[in-house]
């Protein structure tokens, strides 16, 4: 699930900015902490996330977007 808004970011209520957090990192998040019990007896593993391109720039239409999609790709590169 991905949870985006193009609402302008002076106007955009906290209940849409936690639900973007909680769709766009918080449960991706927690699915590699799933993966990662799994992985540990094997010791090996392989975890894939999708970013966006907005992850790597920014869009100034969706800011909040675009900080979950850096954030996911930042927790990636932690994990790696």
Do not use: D
């Amino acid at each position: 699930a991905i949870q985006q808004t193009s609402e302008s970011f002076a106007h955009v209520p906290a209940e849409q900015v936690e639900r973007e957090w909680r769709a766009n990192y918080v449960a991706p998040m927690l699915l590699c902490q799933q993966a990662i019990e799994h992985f540990r007896p094997q010791q090996w593993g392989r975890i894939l996330n999708l970013g966006s391109i907005q992850g790597r720039g920014g869009n100034a239409h969706m800011p909040g977007y675009s900080a979950t999609k850096a954030a996911i790709e930042n927790l990636t590169r932690a994990l790696a």
